[in-house]
């Protein structure tokens, strides 16, 4: 399957490049002189155009219309910001999967989201069951040439249970801020060490990776990559499917929610050829 994509692209380069040196050769015949073409392919571009279509084609698979022409689009259930002057606050509704965040959804955290009342809504994106919720509630703030967003992201995420390795449903309710400014964002030069220590006073202070340029001309910025790593900062180990869990035996790793082992019971043979010292566990303890 490689080596025919590969030959597949090689031959689409070909006609790309024999297409614009015939170009050349008839405007040389028409003006006498030589000239070059005016608009050179670039491999990179012609390359990532014709790759999916190609490898689409050999899979027997179907194409986007907007794969080639409109891949800066946001994919549908993005958070984008749109410039709106008399806002002061949104709301935003989308899913896990459709975040890119599918690996922490699951039927559990699903289930867990609706019994918290959080649910898709009804406008623009439909109500999947199937799916994890997140909704996000945003402030805006507007400061000269600045907009500051102050928001609540709300959702459920699925992780390993710490004592019995089974899904276990993990709410989440995190705070964020982002800074969009319309001037180009620069490092400083010298790092404040109070910074990373969280010694900054100031209430209205944003780190530097929640600073984004969002030049004037623009209308719509998409801040969901932010959000997704507000969602990792999330997962913990110390998730756990139900306070009364049981856990694993040490033993033999049987779930002791499901069923026992026998691995507690005490062999009377072993105890008697251990003599003495056979109680003498129970009285350390007792010290």
Not at 109 to 119: I, K, T, V, W, Y
Not at 197 to 210: A, P, R, S, T
Request: net charge negative.
């Amino acid at each position: 399957m490689k080596s025919l994509v590969d030959d597949q692209i090689k031959k689409t380069t070909e006609t790309h490049l024999q297409r614009e040196i015939a170009e050349m050769a008839q405007s040389e015949n028409e003006l006498g002189t030589p000239s070059l073409p005016s608009r050179f392919p670039l491999f990179n571009n012609l390359i990532s155009t014709n790759r999916t279509a190609i490898i689409a084609s050999v899979a027997g698979l179907e194409t986007s219309p907007y794969d080639a022409d409109d891949s800066g689009s946001p994919w549908e259930g993005a958070i984008v910001y749109r410039r709106d002057a008399s806002a002061s606050h949104v709301e935003y509704s989308t899913t896990l999967e459709r975040l890119g965040l599918g690996r922490l959804s699951s039927r559990v955290s699903a289930s867990r989201a609706s019994s918290m009342g959080l649910r898709m809504s009804r406008r623009g994106v439909r109500d999947d069951s199937l799916e994890t919720p997140v909704l996000v509630s945003v402030d805006i703030t507007r400061r000269k040439r600045k907009l500051k967003l102050d928001g609540i992201l709300r959702t459920v995420i699925t992780l390993g249970c710490n004592r019995c390795a089974e899904p276990a449903a993990q709410p989440v309710f995190t705070n964020f801020s982002l800074l969009l400014t319309e001037e180009p964002i620069e490092e400083p030069e010298e790092i404040d060490m109070g910074t990373i220590f969280g010694e900054v006073q100031d209430e209205d202070f944003v780190d530097l990776d929640d600073q984004l340029y969002f030049p004037p001309e623009e209308k719509e910025i998409d801040i969901s990559k932010h959000l997704r790593d507000m969602v990792h900062l999330e997962i913990t180990i110390s998730a756990i499917c139900d306070a009364s869990c049981k856990g694993l035996c040490l033993t033999c790793g049987v779930n002791l929610n499901r069923g026992s082992c026998d691995c507690d019971r005490v062999d009377e043979v072993s105890l008697r050829d251990r003599g003495p010292l056979k109680d003498i566990a129970k009285k350390m303890h007792r010290i």
